[in-house]
C-alpha cells in the first residue's frame, strides 16, 4: 500500500525536476547563494548544505557502487554519464549551457537551486528581502515536505530508503534565526 502512494506521488510530482527552468531564469550555483546564506546570524545554509549528503551526490555517482547498479539496470554509460541517474542527482540537469551561470557547478550535486528554483532574477538583495517579489521572480518554497521530498526520495530510486521525512528534514534544516525584536 506504501509503496503504491509512493509509484502514485511519483507519477504526480516527478515533472518538478523538469519545471526548474521554466520561465528563464537560470542557475547560478550554490556558492553563489552562499556568498549571502553562510553566516551564523543567517543561518549557516551553505555549511549546513556542505555537510549533507545532497551536495555529495554528484561524487556518489562516480563510484563503483554507483556504476554497478548502473550497468545492473542495463546502462551502458557510468553512472555519472546516464540520464537516468543524474536527473534525481545534480542540478540543472539537460539544461542548456546558456542557463548555467559562470560560478554554476554539476559537481555540487543536489543544490539550493534543485530545492529553490534557479536564481538568477531573486539573487539581488532587495528582491530576496520581498518574499512575494522573489518568489515571482522565481524563487520555490514549500510547505509540504511530505509532497516534495518524495519527488526524489521514492521507488525509482535504486537504492531507495523509505525514510522518516520529518527526521530526515531535521538533519538538513537551514532555517534562518528568529530575531527577538
Ligand atoms: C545578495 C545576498 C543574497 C543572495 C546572493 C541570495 N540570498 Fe537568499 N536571502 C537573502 C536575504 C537577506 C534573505 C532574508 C530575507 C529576510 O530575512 O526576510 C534571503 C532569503 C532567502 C530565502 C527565504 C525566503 C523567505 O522569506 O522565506 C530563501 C529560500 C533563499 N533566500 C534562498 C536563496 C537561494 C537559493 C539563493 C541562490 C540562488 C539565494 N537565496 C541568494 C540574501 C541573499
Ligand atoms: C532532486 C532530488 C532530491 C530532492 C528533491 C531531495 N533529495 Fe534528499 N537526496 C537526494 C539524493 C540523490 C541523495 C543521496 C545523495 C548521496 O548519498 O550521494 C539524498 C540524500 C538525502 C539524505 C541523506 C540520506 C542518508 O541516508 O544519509 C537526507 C537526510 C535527505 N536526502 C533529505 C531530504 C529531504 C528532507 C528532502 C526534502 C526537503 C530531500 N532530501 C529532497 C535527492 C533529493
Ligand atoms: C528518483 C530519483 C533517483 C534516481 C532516478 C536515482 N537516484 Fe540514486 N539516490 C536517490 C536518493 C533519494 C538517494 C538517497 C536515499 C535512497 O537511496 O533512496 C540515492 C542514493 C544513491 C546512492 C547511495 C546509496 C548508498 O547506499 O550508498 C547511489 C550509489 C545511487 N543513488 C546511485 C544511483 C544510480 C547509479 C542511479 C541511476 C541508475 C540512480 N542512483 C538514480 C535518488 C535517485
Ligand atoms: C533538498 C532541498 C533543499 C536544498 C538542497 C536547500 N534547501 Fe533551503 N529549504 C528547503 C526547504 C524544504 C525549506 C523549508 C520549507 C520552505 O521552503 O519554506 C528551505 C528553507 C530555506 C530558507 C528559509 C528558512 C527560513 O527560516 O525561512 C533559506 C534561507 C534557504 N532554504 C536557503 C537555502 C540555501 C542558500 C541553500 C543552499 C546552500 C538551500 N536552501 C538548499 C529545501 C532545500
Redesign the pocket.
Known sequence: MKHLMYILVTLIFSPFILLQAQNGHSF?GAE??G???KTEK?GS?LSIWQNSAHSKAYETLKTDKANQIAAEKGFKTPAVETAECLKCHVSGYGMDASMLGKKFKIEDGVQ??TC?G??SD????KV??D?DL?VKNG?V?HDNLEKFCIGCHNVESPTFVDMNIDEAWQKIKHS?PKTQN
Open positions: 547560478i553563489a547563494c556568498m549571502c546564506h543567517q545554509q539550493c537551486e529553490h534557479p536564481g531573486y539573487k539581488d538583495m530576496m528581502k518574499k522573489a524563487l518554497m534562518i
